[in-house]
């Protein structure tokens, strides 16, 4: 099976998710780190290989990639922004080893660049939207597994046993 990389411009979907009141947070790092653990969740239901891209343009420091399975976290180097990396990246992927390169970003001259490279190319709100309903199957799949009733199941046990656990498991408690 071809591999399928998932590109997303960090920044740019965060700012977006703000405008749309997603992320509330009082400070910046910790609403990066509820947008990284959205991004998780999502990733864990699909077969991307996920990096989420976040500027370091204007410190000091060397790229960094941390890796949070399953999605890699990159901090660009000094003077290198997330669509520098993501435009580079692409290129080097897509005429080394042919894969499928999905791009995330609201910046058009990297949705053309990396479209020339051969990306598909999905805006933040397209993705944002593609977030919220899979939370929300998520969830419709959960709650429906929880209620099941455990009459059509072959466990021997009391009758005010199967009451108690059939409540807790619609519940949560006994």
């Not at 996920?50 to 949070?68: G, N, Q």
């Not at 053309?112 to 999905?122: F, H, S, V, W």
Request: with cysteine; net charge positive.
């Amino acid at each position: 099976m071809k591999k399928q990389y998932l590109f997303i411009d960090g920044y740019n979907l965060l700012f977006r998710m703000k405008e749309y009141d997603l992320i509330k947070s009082s400070t910046f790092p910790t609403e990066r780190d509820i947008l990284i653990d959205m991004l998780r969740e999502y990733a864990g239901g699909n077969n991307y290989i996920v990096y989420c891209v976040f500027d370091a343009y204007l410190t000091r420091s060397k790229e960094y990639i941390k890796e949070e399975p399953p999605i890699s976290i990159v901090y660009t180097k000094t003077g290198e922004r997330a669509d520098q990396w993501i435009e580079r990246k692409t290129r080097e992927l897509r005429i080394d080893h042919f894969v499928d390169i999905i791009v995330v970003s609201d910046d058009h001259d990297e949705r053309d660049t990396t479209l020339g490279y051969g990306a598909i190319l999905r805006d933040c709100h397209m993705f944002i939207k593609e977030l919220k309903d899979r939370k929300q199957n998520v969830s419709k799949i959960t709650k429906k597994h929880n209620s099941r009733e455990l009459k059509n199941r072959h466990i021997r046990m009391s009758e005010s046993d199967r009451r108690k656990l059939e409540n807790f498991i619609k519940n949560g408690k006994f």
